[in-house]
């Protein structure tokens, strides 16, 4: 599938066009189709999210709801609610964050969007890897991986792979966290999406830091 622009592009050069996109849209006297209004948002709020400006994301992602609602546009709302949930746990509101993917699983559902169901599978993962339930991660994860393989999906197989490198490094399995990282890693590195790669070798070097630390453990154990 092709790549989004936040996966290979510039993010500071996609904010500033989008932002001057909805401004001079807000400006204009003739109205823009609300699906292209829409689309722009929830462009601009991913972006937004992924340069870890959460208040902006939220009010965006806040507003592509109340546009893709009374369109009835499923992919949309997924879309939304993701963000809504990921600006959440990013600033640790786990208890917040649950309820948007659990609605971004619902959503993609009734678009019957195969993609954004492995998306949402990831994502309800996270909140789970941070209290702990690794097992219950796992289990989503795994979902994940079968769905997006089910839709030829690439990109989002190699997601699930680093959030399952994740999950293993978090349950102090780093020889496991680091396999699953380069699994990752390859299917990146074949799409060109250099901000997944940058994660990858990112785990990839916790993991042997990980390793490392057991070693000198075990050593002074002895």
């Known amino acids: 599938p092709a790549l989004l622009p936040e996966q290979r592009g510039s993010l500071a050069e996609g904010v500033l066009h989008l932002d001057r996109l909805l401004a001079c849209d807000d400006l204009q006297e003739r109205v823009t189709a609300p699906q292209i209004r829409a689309a722009a948002v929830l462009a601009a709020c991913t972006l937004a999210c992924f340069q870890g400006d959460y208040p902006r994301a939220a009010e965006l992602a806040r507003h592509g709801i109340e546009l893709c609602a009374p369109l009835g546009d499923h992919v949309g709302l997924a879309r939304a609610h ?75 197989v190699g997601v699930a792979m680093s959030s399952l490198g994740e999950v293993a490094r978090d349950a102090g399995r780093p020889a496991q966290a680091r396999r699953l990282y380069r699994a990752a890693l390859r299917r990146h590195a074949a799409l060109g999406n250099k901000r997944h790669m940058a994660y990858e070798l990112e785990g990839l070097a916790a993991a042997a830091a990980d390793r490392k630390s057991t070693r000198l453990n075990s050593s002074h154990i002895t």
């Open 82 to 156: 993701r963000f809504l949930g990921e600006t959440a746990l990013e600033v640790g509101d786990h208890a917040t964050a649950e309820p948007q993917f659990e609605r971004q699983l619902a959503e993609a559902s009734l678009a019957a969007d195969v993609p954004g169901q492995a998306d949402a599978y990831n994502m309800l993962a996270q909140p789970a890897r941070y209290r702990g339930q690794f097992g219950r991660a796992q289990q989503l994860l795994w979902r994940s991986v079968k769905l997006a393989r089910a839709a030829d999906d690439p990109l989002r």
